[in-house]
């Protein structure tokens, strides 16, 4: 058993918003599904960190859902900022379960246990959450990734973090989702957001003992990558 990770996969098999227009892009659905059914098995789990589906509304996503449904293992889906079909939990579920998604769960207020790990994580924000809007979203975000974390903590195991956006660059910092990853002691958090020319500097480094990964689809050759093996 083992627990990988991915972000970014940006699916529109339900919608006309392809990603081939962008460069790296092209066939990524069937690079994907070949990529990830060659690593992961059924007994493995993978967290999807966000803009997970180009779809506006949740009864838009079955083609997307159904294509991540049919691949190996388990998923978690962590929200991203593109993902406007996001919902409640309630109704999230719901639909899950009416469409027999029955290897994706959604991780918003909560966390799972997977092995040695405990998946922990939320959307996050951005670095500069200046106006009113941004600082009561960066707020609530970082809540959330306490009350994840806490969870987390409760289930036993490691929490490690999954993010969208990423909590740290080269000159910034998010520092309300920041300092709680200091304030856990979080050894591990991984994410996504970043594309194109911003992503090499980002594929792994550390700060204050936590290593940070970049685990955009498009950077990792749209093969998830392996965290940990139980």
Request: proline share 2%.
């Amino acid at each position: 058993m083992s627990l990988f990770a991915l972000g970014d996969t940006h699916l529109s098999l339900g919608t006309d918003k392809p990603m081939d227009v962008f460069y790296g892009w092209s066939d990524y659905v069937e690079r994907l599904k070949k990529n990830w059914n060659a690593v992961v098995s059924e007994k493995d789990t993978v967290v999807l960190a966000g803009d997970i589906s180009w779809a506006m509304k949740l009864d838009e996503c079955y083609a997307d859902f159904n294509f991540i449904n049919s691949l190996n293992g388990s998923k978690i889906i962590v929200k991203g900022n593109h993902d406007y079909w996001w919902n409640t939990m309630k109704k999230m579920n719901a639909y899950l379960a009416d469409n027999h998604f029955d290897s994706i769960k959604i991780l918003y207020n909560n966390a799972y246990r997977v092995g040695d790990i405990s998946v922990c994580g939320t959307r996050g924000w951005f670095f500069d959450a200046e106006n009113d809007t941004d600082r009561k979203t960066v707020l609530r975000e970082a809540q959330r990734l306490r009350t994840s974390i806490e969870t987390g903590l409760e289930l036993g195991g490691e929490p490690v973090v999954f993010l969208h956006y990423p909590p740290i660059s080269v000159n910034e910092k998010c520092e309300e989702i920041y300092s709680v990853l200091l304030e856990y002691k979080i050894k591990r958090c991984y994410f996504g957001h970043l594309h194109a020319q911003r992503t090499a500097q980002y594929a792994s480094f550390e700060s204050d003992s936590i290593k940070f990964g970049l685990i955009s689809a498009d950077f990792l050759s749209f093969c998830p990558k392996l965290i940990e093996k139980f």
